[in-house]
């Protein structure tokens, strides 16, 4: 997997946030934005990354991001930094985690879903609303808001096992969503792959730091035959 990845977590230096606010100084919304987040310490994360060919893109910067909480709904602010602005990475928190922000009767079936990541040996991590929610805090999350995985995978056959298990989960969960992450650092929807697997599309949509494209094929996967009317425009 690269060095860097989507959804992977980062932390300025103090240098760095100063930086961005000052450049904000046009925009006080976008300033007081970025000074509470400076001032809370809280990190900002790898978004995808504007070049297919990193060599053509300047190597000094990164472009990331963060999620305010809901207001009139959430808002997600770009920031560019230097890699000499940088501080550490870090990651979402573990899926473990999230036990807290469910309801007593959700925590049954969360910790039966954690017994069967963990017999999968996948090492998942929650992102978006509940991830962010953790990380600050803050009330990121609305009624009805997904919950959002991240699931490294090593083969396909440990990711169709994943994504039955994620199938079979109650339905008292909040709704699953969230991405397979594959070593290279392709990722894919896991709802997008039980449909490619099931027929359903003809095409998977893989992003990756640097891209993002549609494949018809997979590497160990035998084709399977879609019936025309099924095709997903």
């Known amino acids: 997997m690269s060095v860097v990845h989507r959804h992977q977590l980062v932390f300025l230096r103090e240098a760095g946030w100063q930086r961005l606010i000052a450049e904000a100084a046009g925009d006080a919304e976008r300033q007081a934005v970025l000074r509470r987040w400076a001032g809370a310490g ?23 991001g963060l999620t ?8 997600r602010w770009p920031v560019v930094a230097a890699w000499s ?8 928190p573990r899926a473990d985690q999230v036990l807290p ?9 969360w910790r039966q879903l954690l017994d069967g990541l963990a017999g999968l040996d996948v090492p998942a991590r929650v992102y ?42 109650d339905a008292g969960l909040p709704r699953l969503d969230g991405e397979l992450i594959w070593p290279d650092g392709a990722a894919v929807a896991w ?16 992003k990756r730091l640097h891209s993002v494209e549609l494949l018809r094929e997979w590497p160990g ?5 879609l019936p025309a009317e099924r095709v997903r425009a």
């Open 191 to 206: 709802r997008e792959w039980q449909a490619w697997r099931e027929g359903q599309v003809r095409d998977l949509l893989v």
């Open 101 to 109: 922000l469910l309801s007593a009767s959700q925590r049954p079936a």
């Open 85 to 92: 602005e940088l501080l550490f990475f870090a990651e979402f």
């Open 128 to 169: 978006g609303s509940h991830g962010w929610e953790l990380l600050t805090g803050q009330p990121h999350r609305r009624p009805g808001s997904d919950l959002d995985l991240y699931l490294p995978v090593q083969h396909v056959a440990q990711a169709d096992a994943l994504v039955a298990l994620l199938q079979r989960a």
């Open 42 to 64: 809280w990190p900002l994360v790898v978004s995808r990354q504007p070049c297919a060919q990193p060599a053509a893109n300047d190597p000094g910067q990164l472009h990331l």
């Open 68 to 75: 305010t909480p809901p207001g009139a709904g959430p808002r």
């Open 221 to 225: 996967v035998e084709a399977l035959p």
